[in-house]
């Protein structure tokens, strides 16, 4: 296992704690059982919930002030500082870390290139116009993934107004969960389920995307990504095993490692 270079301690065991429970929460199945019932899964709802935990633990820390003081600087809790806030300026660090390198963006997101059938009508929720914004623009994330792999592309402003979309999207979904908005119902409703596995998938490339910009960097990160269900149109789905998670990244990751990419562009 590689370990995070250049941190003093503190921060170097804040990233291990947070890096741990990130791999552990790809590798769980959740349940719920009772003695009058059978067992009854929780995923992908719980799931993603818990990564949700991790990505909140991550842009809590104020980085660029922790690297500079030699310790965990956390954001102040307070109305003037939102959750918002600490997002972009999470987002914010991570641009500075990935213009020094980026080889080691794309290989976070290559999962999404496993992703069929974005525009079908699952993708569709009546009660929310933004789940089909957020498809369509996932979609735009896939191919530009699948450009910077295969050409690597650097990363653009482009690229982080899609990433930036996307987020604030699952953001959302998050706090709808939290406060009450979403009933039990709606997430065991079959095509909700399909939705959250995608928001779940999206999520844990978007964490381990914030690792490798702290210095967490696998050879192969197959591991950290959660088996789900992905939808493939005609009533078809495609069961992402770690089995075929593991072989597909042993097809893209060495390929694309072996490009050296020009530095990054805001423009």
Known sequence: MSKPHCYPEAISNLIDTLWQAHKDNAQSAYWVSSVRSQSRSMMPVTPFIFEFFIYNSLYSVDWA???SKERVVHFPENEDRSEAKNQAALEAYMKTKFR???????????????????????????????????????????G??????????????????????????????????????????DVLDENHK???????????CLVNAVFRALGRIESTSAYI??????????????????????STALHVLPAYNSHRLPPSSDN
């Not at 794309?106 to 009546?126: H, R, S």
């Not at 402003?157 to 979309?165: F, G, P, Q, S, V």
């Open 225 to 246: 990504f959660p088996e789900v269900d992905i939808p493939m149109g005609n009533g078809h789905k495609l069961h992402l095993s770690r089995a075929l998670i593991d």
């Open 144 to 185: 530009a993934t699948e450009q910077g792999l295969n050409s690597v592309h650097p990363v653009t402003k482009k690229h982080w107004e899609l990433l930036k979309e996307c987020r604030f999207f699952v953001y959302q979904i998050r706090n709808n969960i939290f406060h009450g908005s979403k009933r039990l119902g």
């Open 194 to 204: 399909k939705r959250i596995a995608i928001y779940q998938l999206f999520l844990a």
């Open 100 to 142: 020094e390198s980026s080889l080691n963006f794309w290989p976070a997101f290559w999962p999404l290139l496993l992703l069929k059938d974005l525009n079908g009508e699952w993708t569709i929720a009546d009660d929310n116009p933004g789940v089909k914004r957020f498809f369509k623009k996932l979609l735009e994330l896939q």
């Open 65 to 67: 002030s922790s690297v």
